[in-house]
């Protein structure tokens, strides 16, 4: 079964740090890997998505990177700024079709950029 | 355009009520799902339809009633429910022909007295 640890549950930063948010899954048979921002009582708002045969994706101040083999994800921040402010949470997909179409998600990071 | 639109925005109904939830998408999709979201906790699988079927059911208590009716909206109808369904109740949908990534609406918060 499927497991996503995202680890710290919560980061508080000053303004303009560079900041790595990191995902680990147990299963390294995934389809995709996706990064959403959460704001407090809103819906996901999906930032980057990684398919497995990819290495990272770029958005803006936004890299994320994959490392299937190790069961890992990383998404960098660059200059954090207070409205960067939010839950991030990864899920992974382990595939196209059913059951395997699922996302597992982590219980997410909550961030807080300090002015 | 990469919206998916829900409504209500807020619901407030009493056990003996029944309502519905309604989600809409118009970027040629045809899987979509609803999901639960407690308080500070990851979004939890309801349902998924693919292509106007129902292809998962994650064992969703039958006081919650999914309907597809075309490709571009999705229902939840809502019967009996219990306080603790009270949560943030989420549509998505995905491109199941290209990305597969999801995309979400802003959700309904539902609050059963």
């Known amino acids: 079964k499927q497991e996503v640890t995202q680890i710290p549950a919560a980061l508080s930063v000053p303004e303009g740090e560079n900041l790595v948010l990191n995902c680990s899954f147990t299963?390294?048979?995934?389809?995709?890997l996706q990064w959403f921002r959460q704001d407090p009582g809103k819906g996901l708002t999906s930032l980057l998505l990684?398919?497995?045969?990819?290495r990272e994706q770029t958005s803006g101040r936004l890299n994320a990177s994959l490392d299937k083999s190790s069961g890992r994800s990383t998404l960098y921040i660059a200059a954090s700024q207070p409205g960067d402010s939010a839950t991030y949470l990864c899920?992974?997909?382990?595939?196209?079709?059913?059951?395997?179409?699922?996302?597992?998600f982590g219980k997410g990071i909550t961030l807080s950029v300090r002015p | 355009d990469t919206e998916v639109t829900q409504t209500p925005k807020h619901l407030v109904m009493g056990m003996t009520n029944k309502k519905s939830l309604k989600c809409e998408q118009h970027?040629?999709?045809?899987?979509m799902y609803w999901y639960k979201q407690k308080a500070k906790k990851p979004p939890e699988l309801m349902f998924v339809?693919?292509?106007?079927?129902?292809?998962i059911n994650e064992s969703v208590p039958s006081r919650f009633s999914p309907e597809c009716p075309n490709s571009s909206l999705l229902n939840l109808h809502l019967h009996a429910l219990q306080p603790e369904d009270s949560a943030l109740y989420l549509c998505?949908?995905?491109?199941?022909?290209?990305?597969?990534?999801?995309?979400f609406g802003p959700g309904t918060r539902l609050t059963v007295t």
């Open positions: 970027m040629g999709h045809r899987a």
């Open positions: 339809y693919s292509y106007e079927k129902l292809s």
């Open positions: 299963d390294s048979a995934i389809y995709n």
């Open positions: 998505a949908s995905s491109d199941d022909r290209n990305s597969y990534e999801q995309y």
């Open positions: 899920a992974v997909r382990r595939g196209y079709t059913g059951a395997n179409s699922k996302l597992t």
């Open positions: 990684i398919q497995s045969s990819q």
